[in-house]
Every structure is written in structure tokens, then in C-alpha cells.
């Protein structure tokens, strides 16, 4: 026995022909499976038209989008601003370093300094006796001051 399942949604929406119609009815008539089917689906059916019942469209829904766009694109010019500022930046930090570079290399040799500084500093405070321990500290922090004085010096002379 065939299942005329595919027409069985068609039956139940009155969309067969006579032929087809006197068909599936004398196929129910027969096959339990097949009427249990036609009364789920007709179940079903009246389910889903109760549902598009209740999603009925909220009457402010095109306002309620249209302010939703509005923020969006609010959103998206913040943004904007904020990527136009970082351009700025990194433009002027480019412009800084094209008019200032031999400074910003000196200052970066002088940082490189106070790094080794510091890098031997620690090194050689577990080996170093305290006394030369004492002795070593008091020449690095010497050497930092006298790199900030000659980083402040060098600086304010060169942007005057
Ligand atoms: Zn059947």
C-alpha cells in the first residue's frame, strides 16, 4: 500500500483535484497511520494559525526600528571619530619623529644606557659584596641622574 502522504497537507488544505481528493479519502478510510497523520497535521495547522494570531505586530514596531537605526548609526560615527583620532595620532606621532628623530634617537640611546644600568645593577646584586654592593648603586643611581640631566638638558635645547 502506498501512503499518500505528500497529499495528505494538500487534501487538508482543500488544494486536490476531485480524482486525488476521492483518493486520499478512500486511503483514510483504510490506513489508520495515514488518518492519524491527516489529524496531527490538522492539529498542527490550527496551532500555527493560533500563533501568527499572537504575534500580532506591536503598532510602534516601525518607529521602534527606525530609532534602532538611528542609534546604530550614532554607534557607527562614534567609531569614526574615535579611528579619526587614532589616525591623527599616529600622523603626528610620524610628523614628530620626521622633524624630531636624531632627539628621539638620542633619547632611546640614553634609555638604552639606564637599561644597561639597571641590567648590571641586578646582576651583580647577588655576587657583589655589600660593600661594593654600596659602591656600584651609589655610581648607577650617579650615572641616572646624569643622563636625566643631560636627556632634560639636551631636550629643552633642541625644542628651543
Ligand atoms: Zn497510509
Redesign the pocket.
Known sequence: ?????DELSAYLDDELNTENRLLVER??A??????S?LEELAETKTAMAGWSGAIELPPDLEINVLRAVERESGYRSWIGSWSFIAVAGILSMAAFWFFFGGIALKVFSVAYKMLAAFAYLFSNMVTVAPSVYGVVLTAILLLLAISAVSLRRMLRSSLQ
Open positions: 500500500m502506498v501512503h499518500p502522504i486511503h483514510l483504510l490506513c489508520p497511520s495515514c488518518a497523520m
